[in-house]
Structures are given as structure tokens and as C-alpha cells.
């Protein structure tokens, strides 16, 4: 169970979700993200997006830049080594890449915390923190799979935005959802986007 911590800026407690975007495609997926920690009262979001995630942005959305950067609470630059979430002082619960490309995997497999997306990540880790890679690409050569396995011998849970079909998907939404719906399970908050396998307990769609 992940716990939460009282946060002294509002008096409550919060959980603090680290959201890092990079340039693989599916940028929908860290938006769809942000989308719903936004209705979460309960949830304070820091978002950091690499350069090559603005350049996909154009490419696979119309929304604007200050559109996605307006759903988070903080957003920090790439660059900024120096932003809150460089430190393992700084209490945060968990860290979502979503997508992640095979560079930014690459520089988290081998400690390379140049930009602060890598360097969040390395400290998540190293505080044994919840850290999830969407990762997106395919094929995959040797490299990539050994990084995928570095990472999870480090603590990292490689979730690649696989879509499932059992749902009978009607949209790409229903796709994303899903998707995310499983993403957010990986940190406890509560949601209705996937219907529960033979579950009655679990409210339908
Ligand atoms: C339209 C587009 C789609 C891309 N899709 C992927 C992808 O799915 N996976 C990937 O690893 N890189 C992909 N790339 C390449 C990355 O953007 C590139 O390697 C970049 O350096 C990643 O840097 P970052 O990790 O700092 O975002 C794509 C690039 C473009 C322009």
C-alpha cells in the first residue's frame, strides 16, 4: 500500500505524482493521465516534458503546449536539475513516464541524470519509490529488452501501453482508457475506466 503524506501546503494529505512525458509516440496517454489526476483532489501532479514530447504533441494532438502543462499543478523544465523533484528530500509517492521513449529508458537503465525526467526517475528509485515506464516502441532489439531488465531488477514496473481487446474497444479513447485505467491501478487511486474481470464487488462501465 502506498501511503500518503501530509502535505503543509494546504494542510491535507496528498499524494504527489511525478507525470514525465518524453518523445515516443502516444503522448495521449500522459495527457488522458493528467486528465483524470486533475478531478483528484486528493493528488498534487508534477509534470516534466522532454523537448521530443512538444515536437509529438504536434504531431498527434491539437492541443497546445499550455493546454497540457494547465492540467498539472507544477510543471517543471526538462533542464532544471535543480527543481524539487531532483531530491530524494522532496516527498513524492510515485513517478508515471508515459509514453517513455527508448532513450529516456536507456538513461534511467544506466544513471545517466542528465535532464531532470532521468534524474526524478533515479531518485524515485533510489528512495524505492513506485516508478512506471510506459514504455513504446517495436520492434524491440537486444538493448532495449536488456534496459527493460535493468530497470526492473532496479525496482521499475515496465508497463508498455499494450491495448487489450476483451472490452470490445470502440474508440481510441476506450483503448487509452483502459490503458490508463491499468496505470493507475499500479498506484492506488481509484477510478471506473476498466470493468473488473469477474469481479462483484466492482461497479461495471
Ligand atoms: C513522431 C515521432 C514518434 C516517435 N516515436 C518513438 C517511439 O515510439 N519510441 C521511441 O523510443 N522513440 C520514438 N521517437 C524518437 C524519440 O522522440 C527520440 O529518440 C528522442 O530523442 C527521445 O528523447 P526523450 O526521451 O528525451 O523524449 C519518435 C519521434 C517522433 C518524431
Same mark, same amino acid.
Given at each position: 500500500?502506498?501511503?500518503?503524506?501530509?502535505?503543509?501546503?494546504?494542510?491535507?494529505?496528498?499524494?504527489?505524482?511525478?507525470?514525465?512525458?518524453?518523445?515516443?509516440?502516444?503522448?495521449?496517454?500522459?495527457?488522458?493521465?493528467?486528465?483524470?489526476?486533475?478531478?483528484?483532489?486528493?493528488?498534487?501532479?508534477?509534470?516534466?516534458?522532454?523537448?521530443?514530447?512538444?515536437?509529438?504533441?504536434?504531431?498527434?494532438?491539437?492541443?497546445?503546449?499550455?493546454?497540457?502543462?494547465?492540467?498539472?499543478?507544477?510543471?517543471?523544465?526538462?533542464?532544471?536539475?535543480?527543481?524539487?523533484?531532483?531530491?530524494?528530500?522532496?516527498?513524492?509517492? $510515485?513517478?508515471?513516464?508515459? %509514453?517513455? #521513449?527508448?532513450?529516456?529508458?536507456?538513461?534511467?537503465?544506466? =544513471?545517466?541524470?542528465?535532464? +531532470? *525526467?532521468?534524474?526524478?526517475?533515479?531518485?524515485?528509485?533510489?528512495?524505492?519509490?513506485?516508478?512506471?515506464?510506459?514504455?513504446?516502441?517495436?520492434?524491440?532489439?537486444?538493448?532495449?529488452?536488456?534496459?527493460?531488465?535493468?530497470?526492473?531488477?532496479?525496482?521499475?514496473?515496465?508497463?508498455?501501453?499494450?491495448? $487489450?481487446?476483451?472490452?470490445? %474497444?470502440? #474508440?481510441?479513447?476506450?483503448?487509452?482508457?483502459?490503458?490508463? =485505467?491499468?496505470?493507475?491501478? +499500479? *498506484?492506488?487511486?481509484?477510478?471506473?475506466?476498466?470493468?473488473?474481470?469477474?469481479?462483484?464487488?466492482?461497479?461495471?462501465?
Amino acid at each position: 500500500m502506498i501511503e500518503s503524506f501530509h502535505s503543509s501546503a494546504n494542510g491535507k494529505f496528498m499524494k504527489r505524482i511525478i507525470i514525465g512525458i518524453t518523445g515516443a509516440t502516444g503522448i495521449l496517454y500522459g495527457i488522458r493521465i493528467l486528465e483524470l489526476l486533475k478531478k483528484n483532489p486528493a493528488v498534487e501532479t508534477h509534470l516534466i516534458l522532454s523537448k521530443p514530447a512538444v515536437q509529438t504533441l504536434a504531431y498527434e494532438t491539437d492541443m497546445n503546449l499550455q493546454a497540457i502543462k494547465g492540467l498539472a499543478d507544477q510543471v517543471h523544465s526538462n533542464e532544471d536539475i535543480a527543481a524539487s523533484v531532483s531530491s530524494g528530500s522532496f516527498q513524492t509517492e $510515485a513517478m508515471i513516464i508515459a %509514453p517513455c #521513449s527508448m532513450r529516456t529508458l536507456s538513461a534511467i537503465a544506466h =544513471g545517466h541524470s542528465d535532464k +531532470l *525526467i532521468a534524474r526524478a526517475a533515479d531518485v524515485i528509485l533510489k528512495e524505492r519509490r513506485r516508478l512506471i515506464l510506459m514504455v513504446r516502441e517495436t520492434p524491440l532489439h537486444y538493448g532495449h529488452l536488456q534496459n527493460m531488465l535493468l530497470v526492473t531488477q532496479m525496482g521499475a514496473i515496465v508497463a508498455p501501453p499494450v491495448p $487489450a481487446f476483451y472490452h470490445r %474497444p470502440q #474508440s481510441i479513447d476506450d483503448i487509452v482508457d483502459h490503458t490508463v =485505467g491499468r496505470i493507475l491501478d +499500479l *498506484i492506488h487511486i481509484e477510478h471506473n475506466l476498466v470493468a473488473r474481470w469477474k469481479d462483484p464487488l466492482a461497479s461495471s462501465q
